[in-house]
């Protein structure tokens, strides 16, 4: 390893933060990267507030003890019920000078400009869509006129990616359900969040589904360029992440699974390391 390696940790408990990835090496590529997938506890969604915040602080752990200096939560779910008690307190009593940052607050802020109706639509997991966490940040960056939001659940939607399916009459049929279900609960909806960072995978097969003049919001791009933002904004960050180009890939699962899949998600070939986690 280079001298004072200090990667970007990158953290999702299954495959889908790949996407969020990719659009992070094409915003930032001069940084080194370290990408920790708990592939073998996967999923998350289902889980409890408890066990998916202790899975998420053992993540960040490992990251931390890997010489990060600063991690992304690359997932929707760990964002949603393990962000914010990582930052207000093992952050502040264990590492107060690293940071953690999530993948719905960035999401959120861009919501105001982008609807004109007001009416905002949520596709998620069943954990997220539970959490409630995308109404409440909502809620929170637009106090004064208030968004509607609608949730649907769409509990398919990741195996058929994962199974590489997206080509395939299913993944047409539950895409399709699903949206037509979110629709028939405002048909006012003119902004949706792929709230799954897996969902990308299935946004042309999304948009064939969608009315006319219904945009899409990928979370990757977004969190690339708030990432971006957030580094020039704090310098004393910026400059203690290494910039070698380095790229490392960690899971808890067969190396072989995640290398085949990461292909999928990333167009490219990996070659990752096993590690245990807890």
Known sequence: MPVNYQPIGVFDSGYG??????ELLKELPEYDYLYLGDNARNPYGNRSFEVVYEYTWQAVSQLFERG???VVLACNTASAKALRN??????PAFYPDRRVLGVIRPSVEMIPEMTKTGHVGILGT???VLSDSYPLEIAKVSPFSPITVVQEACPMWVPIV??????????AYFVQQNLASLFSKDPRIDTIILGCTHY????????KYLP???????QGPVVAGKLKDYLFRHPEMEEVCSKSGGREYLTTESTRNFDQLANLFLGKSVVSQHIKLG
């Open 126 to 128: 069943v954990g997220t």
């Open 86 to 91: 990582i930052q207000q307190k093992e952050l």
């Open 68 to 70: 990060c200096r600063l």
């Open 200 to 207: 990308p995978l299935l946004s042309g097969l999304i948009s």
């Open 162 to 171: 994962e199974n590489n399916l997206i080509e395939s009459p299913g993944a």
């Open 17 to 22: 933060g790949l996407t969020i990835f990719r």
């Open 212 to 218: 006319v003049g219904v945009h899409l919001l990928d």
